[in-house]
């Protein structure tokens, strides 16, 4: 059985985007941010210069690398392009990158041109990006006293939830 394209002639935005374009825009976790910059719209409502605030919520480390770096990228577009501030926390398995002896060696191969979780992070904190890490996670990922980046602090659920209310947020 074939099913038929209908159109909405009250919306332009049914012949500018399709199903597919929108679900993947909502599963890119940029929800609002994604779906006004895809159907040309201004992405950051309420800011004169464009710029918002990002958090991105990592909860991969060593356990999937790729899913990891990736998360990592995505901060670091955010940053390269100035878009605005930029926060990465980490909990559950992303706890491993705060732990300076398991993020150079949490490398993807998919995107192992663009460097190990450590280097990308350097990168990002150099841009001014500010990480923070749930304390239980740290301490089961082993990311305590030495073994922490001095950069990252840590910052339990009541600072997400904070934080999310005015933010583009991105979970991986």
């Known amino acids: 059985m074939k099913r038929e394209e209908t159109e909405c002639p009250e919306s332009s935005v049914a012949e500018a985007v399709s199903r597919g374009d929108f679900l993947r825009t909502i599963g890119m976790g940029l929800g609002a941010a994604g779906l006004a910059g895809l159907m040309g719209g201004q992405a950051f409502a309420g800011d004169p210069e464009g710029k918002g605030k990002y958090v991105i919520v990592i909860t ?64 990002l904190k150099d841009k001014g990006a500010w990480f923070g890490v749930c304390p239980p996670c740290a301490e089961y990922a082993g990311a305590v006293g030495g073994d922490k980046f001095d950069f990252v602090e840590k910052a339990a659920g009541d600072w997400l939830m904070k934080n999310i209310q005015d933010s583009w947020v991105l979970w991986m």
């Open 60 to 123: 991969n480390g060593g356990n999937d690398p790729n899913r990891a770096v990736f998360a990592l990228l995505m901060a670091q577009v955010v940053a390269d392009k100035g878009w605005g501030k930029l926060h990465v926390w980490m909990t559950l398995e992303g706890a491993d990158l705060a732990n300076s002896n398991k993020a150079g060696r949490i490398e993807s191969p998919i995107f192992k041109k663009f460097g190990n979780a450590e280097s990308i992070m350097k990168k």
